[in-house]
C-alpha cells in the first residue's frame, strides 16, 4: 500500500489536531493508501515539505515560499494569557498600547519562525515593539511559564485553561492567527484533494 505521510505543527488548537487522525483513517481506507500523520515544529516541516518527507502539513501561519501553496482554513482570535493578580487582569479586554511595557513569553522563534515574525509585524502594527524575556518550545510550556509570572503571552482562544493564568481578549482584531494546509505546488494527488476538501468540510 503506497503511503502518503502528512505533518502537523504542535501549536495548532487541539481540537481540531484531534480530528487530522480520524481524517487520515477515513480516506486511508477510501483510498487504500497509508496516511502517516507526524507532528514536527513548522521550521521543519517546512523543510519536509521541500524535500518530499511528506506530502501536506497543517500549520499556523502561510509558508512563505515559491514553492509552496498553502490554503487558509480558518482564522482565531488570539487572547492574552496573564498570571493571576497581575494588575491588567482587573480589564475586561486589553488595549494593545497597554503591552509595551509587559514582559513576553514568546513561542520559540527558530521552531517557528514564520509565526514568530508575524506576531513581531502585528505587534508593531498595533503600536509597539514585545520584549520578549522567555521562549517556550510549546503553548503548554509557554501558559506554564506565564503561571510561573515570568511575562505574558499571547495564545489561541481556544488554548487550555491552567491554573494560575487569567485569560483576556484583545482590543481590535488584529491579533488573530490562521490554521493553514500546505502543500507543494507540483503535487497532484487526488487523496491530496480529499484532505483539503475534508478539513475544510469541518471547520
Request: with cysteine.
Amino acid at each position: 500500500m503506497p503511503e502518503f505521510p502528512i505533518g502537523y505543527s504542535p501549536f495548532l488548537d487541539a481540537n481540531f489536531v484531534r480530528r487530522v487522525r480520524p481524517l487520515a483513517e477515513r480516506i486511508s481506507a477510501e483510498e487504500d493508501l497509508a496516511i502517516r500523520v507526524r507532528s514536527a515544529p513548522p521550521r521543519d516541516l517546512m523543510q519536509q515539505l521541500l524535500d518530499g518527507s511528506i506530502r501536506a502539513c497543517f500549520v499556523e501561519s502561510p509558508f512563505e515560499d515559491d514553492a509552496v501553496l498553502s490554503e487558509r482554513l480558518f482564522d482565531e482570535p488570539l487572547i492574552l494569557a496573564l498570571p493571576s493578580g497581575h494588575p491588567l487582569c482587573s480589564k475586561r479586554s486589553i488595549d494593545p498600547r497597554r503591552l509595551s511595557a509587559q514582559r513576553m513569553v514568546w513561542l520559540s522563534r527558530d521552531a517557528a519562525p514564520q509565526y514568530g515574525r508575524y506576531l513581531s509585524e502585528v505587534c508593531e502594527r498595533a503600536g509597539f515593539w514585545p520584549q520578549i524575556v522567555e521562549e517556550a518550545s510549546t503553548t503548554a510550556e509557554c501558559l506554564d511559564l506565564v503561571a510561573e509570572r515570568l511575562g505574558v503571552a499571547f495564545v489561541r482562544a481556544s488554548s487550555p485553561r491552567v491554573p494560575g493564568v487569567v485569560y483576556r481578549p484583545i482590543d481590535g482584531a488584529a491579533f488573530r492567527t490562521a490554521t493553514c494546509v500546505a502543500y507543494r505546488r507540483d503535487l497532484q494527488s487526488k487523496a491530496l484533494g480529499r484532505i483539503v476538501a475534508l478539513a475544510k468540510s469541518f471547520i
